[in-house]
């Protein structure tokens, strides 16, 4: 893939549980051009249980460390990661922090739902935006929001992801 400065929607292979075999879901890629940082962080707003796993990917689309799965408790909740690869990376596990690395990357975000009597996750359908700031011409900072619709209502605010990536040179 050729590396880009906004986000994506695209269908890919990633595994959604830990030892299971890879499944084409419909993720988002956040760019994490070389030299920036990238903070992930969630909130879920729905009644059914949600969640989302985010993935460092490199420019070809090759799923490289770390990978977070994020969980919340209840509606309203922030959410946090429950588990990560390799273990022990996430300092804060209400926030994931990557980078700055020596080459081009994409942090992926798969949203998921369980609905009332079913026993897995499910993919909820996700959208996103995008904006980028600017200081005196040069790129600061970039930060996309990722919502998603569980089908309960149609409102895309079930799960909202932000990932906001910092430029670290000039």
């Known amino acids: 893939m050729v590396f880009r400065s906004e986000p994506l929607s695209k269908v890919i292979r990633l595994p959604l549980r830990a030892g299971e075999e890879p499944e084409d879901v419909q993720a988002v890629l956040v760019p994490l051009p ?28 090759f799923v490289v460390n770390p990978q977070a799965v994020w969980d919340a408790p209840t509606a309203s909740s922030q959410f946090a990661i429950t588990n990560i690869n390799p273990s022990g990376f996430a300092l804060d596990n209400r ?12 942090i992926a975000v798969v949203c998921t739902h369980k609905k009332p009597g079913s026993g897995e996750y499910i993919s909820s359908t996700s959208q996103y935006s995008f904006n980028s700031f600017k200081i005196q011409g040069k790129n600061a900072m970039s930060f996309t929001m990722v919502n998603a619709e569980d089908g309960g209502d149609s409102d895309f605010h079930d799960t909202v992801v932000g990932v906001a990536v910092t430029y670290t040179k000039k």
């Open 95 to 106: 926030a994931l922090f990557v980078g700055p690395f020596n080459d081009d990357r994409f």
């Open 34 to 61: 070389k030299d920036t940082t990238g903070t992930v962080f969630g909130q879920r707003i729905a009644e059914y249980p949600q969640r989302f796993n985010t993935y460092l990917l490199d420019s070809n689309d």
